[in-house]
């Protein structure tokens, strides 16, 4: 058990709806980190967020939105579904930002399975 | 552009002999941290073994080591006494800090089949 925690496990959905993904980091991290799995693209970096900012942005659709929360929560919204937007979601969480001489492990949740049909 | 490429889709390996998986990567940081990550049938990702750029000696967990070769950008995984329950996806993945602040770039990853 990493300690990060994602909700829910599994969802299915159809295209045009809206998805709220939900994770909570390890405790006393202040990093979050969304990642999308899917079988064409492998594991792509969506979003980080730092003790409540934004931090880096990868390939995240304009469709697709997050935000971390006072107590550290993260939520990953995704509106107006596809079908390519079928996928395993992964939360991930870490302590602080990288730095010269300080690493930073990032520890994954067992991420959410998103279907879309 | 910083990339992670794993050569070798899928390898193969007898229970208890030794397997070496390959990752070269590209960065134009002179320090970052790289990784080996496992993610078995359950799809869970489990972190197997870390290396700092600016430490010389190889990085070792139990029966899982790596060869960093930094000249060459080489990121090699040796996993010794194979067991049935490495096998698994192991991708290699490139954390730089900096902008990026900390975002891992994985490979495309490299399935392992133990065979008993």
């Known amino acids: 058990d990493s300690g990060v925690t994602q909700t829910p496990k599994h969802l299915i959905t159809a295209t045009g709806q809206r998805v709220t993904l939900r994770c909570s980091p390890r405790?006393?991290?202040?990093?979050v980190y969304w990642y999308q799995q899917s079988l064409d693209q492998g594991l792509q970096f969506l979003i980080q967020?730092?003790?409540?900012?934004?931090?880096a942005k990868g390939n995240i659709l304009e469709r697709f939105s997050a935000q971390q929360f006072p107590d550290l929560h993260s939520e990953l919204n995704l509106s107006s579904l596809e079908l390519g937007d079928s996928a395993l979601y992964f939360c991930?969480?870490?302590?602080?930002?990288?730095?010269?001489?300080?690493?930073?492990?990032?520890?994954f949740g067992e991420g959410s399975w998103l279907t879309v049909v | 552009a910083q990339t992670v490429t794993q050569s070798q889709p899928e390898m193969s390996v007898q229970e208890a002999e030794t397997v070496t998986l390959s990752c070269t990567y590209d960065?134009?940081?002179?320090?970052?941290?790289l990784f080996w990550y496992k993610q078995p049938p359950s799809r869970q990702m489990i972190l197997v073994i870390r290396?700092?750029?600016?430490?010389?000696q190889n990085a070792t967990e139990n029966r899982f080591s790596v060869n960093f070769q930094k000249a060459a950008k080489s990121f090699s995984l040796k996993i010794s006494d194979s067991q049935l329950g490495d096998a698994a996806m192991y991708f290699c993945?490139?954390?730089?800090?900096?902008?990026?602040?900390?975002?891992?770039?994985f490979g495309k990853g490299t399935k392992l089949s133990v065979k008993p």
């Open positions: 991930a969480s870490s302590p602080q930002l990288v730095g010269q001489g300080v690493g930073n492990t990032i520890y």
């Open positions: 405790s006393g991290d202040l990093s």
């Open positions: 967020y730092y003790n409540g900012e934004e931090r």
């Open positions: 960065t134009s940081e002179s320090d970052y941290y």
């Open positions: 290396q700092e750029a600016y430490k010389q």
């Open positions: 993945a490139l954390q730089n800090y900096g902008g990026s602040q900390g975002n891992l770039i």
